[in-house]
């Protein structure tokens, strides 16, 4: 399997590159790549990144490959443009890993099994049921209204698929000029169906800068506990 790590963010919600941002010694970027690396399954990466940071990252993503090959790509101006730039670079058989660069927290086994799903379907996303009461709010900031939460799912990353697949589903969101924000979207539109792989490890996006504390937090409990 190879992974596409996406990494063409501009961060303007942290107000620095978070990807650079360091979390227990390392950037951010380095855990993401590191932790698919230590999946047997991962055979060799695709970064898709800025055309400013594509040298930079070039050594960053070699550094924690653990020898799998690396080739640094410049991504797009929205999320599904680079998806698409990375998408190019692949063979057309085998499954793909297309995991957000900001998600340092994912765990090989986790990979593993979300891939496990993914052969048996075609199509397969890391997710977590939503706990949380949800409600609708209006232009104005005012709750208009309660969303019920059965079977809502929040989903996350890697989201793992055919080669096949998901060079289809992303040629026709090309064509159509449409605009998707992950791909387990882009599958939907051609009527296929995505398995869910229930992620009960942290796997939280980095998003604001209380979460680059969170993840080393949790990045050092689990390093306690596996010693």
């Keep these: 399997m190879h992974a596409i790590v996406v990494a063409a963010g501009s961060s303007r919600r942290m107000g620095f590159d978070k990807l650079l941002a360091p ?11 590191h932790a698919l690396a230590r999946c047997p399954e991962v055979e060799g990466f695709t ?6 940071l594509v040298e930079k990252i070039t050594r960053l993503a070699e550094s924690a490959a653990l020898g799998k ?32 660069a900001a998600r340092p927290l994912v765990t090989p086994e986790v990979v593993a099994g979300c891939l496990a799903l993914a052969r048996m379907h075609g199509a397969a996303s890391c997710a977590s049921p939503v706990s949380d009461t949800v409600k609708r709010g209006d232009g104005a900031g005012m709750v208009s209204g309660s969303v019920d939460r059965k079977d809502l799912w929040a989903m996350q990353t890697p989201q793992i698929f055919s080669n096949r697949l998901i060079r289809e589903a992303y040629a026709a969101v090309l064509r159509d000029g449409e605009m998707v924000t992950d791909e387990v979207s882009a599958v939907e539109r051609l009527g296929r169906t995505v398995a869910l792989y ?18 080393e937090l949790i990045l050092a409990d689990r390093e306690t506990a596996h010693r």
Excluded: M, Y
């Design 47 to 52: 970064v898709v990144t800025r055309p400013d």
């Design 69 to 100: 090959g690396v080739l640094v790509v410049e991504g797009g101006s929205e999320r599904h443009l680079s998806v698409s730039a990375g998408l190019a670079t692949l063979e057309e058989e085998g499954f793909v890993a297309i995991h957000d």
């Design 23 to 33: 979390i227990a010694g390392q950037p951010v970027l380095w855990h993401s790549i």
């Design 198 to 215: 229930q992620n009960g490890e942290w796997n939280l996006k980095i998003t604001f800068p209380r979460d680059i504390s969170l993840a």
